[in-house]
């Protein structure tokens, strides 16, 4: 599987291309893509795209990010691998719906090799405490991994048994799948959720309604965005976030996303109705 064209390049000369759709690019890399724009003195990465990021599996990765590495010592003149001068990478994963907060994983190119070359230059403690740092975001992720896949393991090992998945389940999924697009300033509840909130129980399932049509279901969402925004972008991106979410986490199938916008966010304390 080749990946090349949903990995994007950005430094502080170098933005991703305008013809990308930044929704794809997750909260993190849309945010470290507004920095190169603005020319601020941020150091080079890259972007994996959403669209690819469910099968990486089947991807060489590696070759696939091998040459960006010869780019990004030329701009901070480090090398990876370097054992007087390494560089080292960090990898950041926006949030899904699986692991909620993965842990940003620092100093990958920081091994027993380059950690001698890399205490000479800052110290042996702050060395030390970078080696733990990195240690400690890779076994978070094994942990919460194999939290997964004993999960995966309890319900395959049911015998007779079923299992059913909520309505409010499907609703939250939605939700917070429709709330992550660029854009969306809310998603626009009844008004039984409004006082629920103002007692102070945030709901996660505010703006959804689920409808069964046969074995498959449709959602249907009310949301509010951002004035200025591209609606029938927005929606569109709602539309394809919302049923990936729905059908990765709980395999039901998505018949279709129904989208209302309701209103327009215009500025803090101003809106303007539909």
Do not use: W
Request: hydrophobic share 40%.
């Amino acid at each position: 599987m080749k990946i090349s064209k949903n990995i994007h390049f950005f430094n502080h000369n170098t933005t991703v291309n305008k013809n990308v759709d930044k929704t794809l690019l997750g909260i993190r890399g849309r945010q470290a893509n507004e920095f190169a724009e603005l020319k601020l003195p941020i150091l080079p990465g890259v972007i994996i795209d959403a669209s690819v990021m469910q099968d990486l599996k089947d991807a060489k990765v590696y070759s696939e990010l091998e040459k960006y590495l010869d780019i990004f010592s030329k701009d901070v003149k480090k090398a990876y691998g370097d054992e007087e001068n390494p560089l080292l990478l960090k990898l950041v994963v926006s949030p899904n719906m699986q692991i909620a907060n993965y842990p940003t994983l620092h100093n990958f190119g920081l091994t027993k090799t380059t950690s001698i070359g890399f205490q000479e230059k800052v110290g042996q403690e702050f060395a030390a405490n970078e080696v733990l740092f990195l240690l400690n975001g890779i076994l978070t992720v094994a942990y919460k991994v194999a939290e997964l896949e004993e999960d995966s393991k309890k319900v395959n090992e049911l015998e007779g048994g079923s299992v059913s998945i909520s309505e409010d389940v499907l609703k939250t999924i939605a939700n917070i799948a429709t709330a992550e697009i660029c854009g969306v300033n809310a998603l626009s509840g009844t008004l039984v959720e409004g006082v629920t909130n103002m007692f102070g129980k945030k709901s996660h399932m505010k703006g959804v309604r689920i409808v069964e049509v046969g074995d498959e279901i449709e959602l249907n969402l009310s949301i509010i965005v951002n004035y200025g925004s591209n609606i029938p972008q927005i929606c569109e991106s709602v539309q394809k976030a919302a049923k990936q979410a729905v059908e990765d986490m709980t395999s039901l199938s998505v018949c279709s996303v129904n989208i209302d916008v309701v209103d327009i966010i215009m500025s803090v304390g101003e809106k303007t109705e539909k």
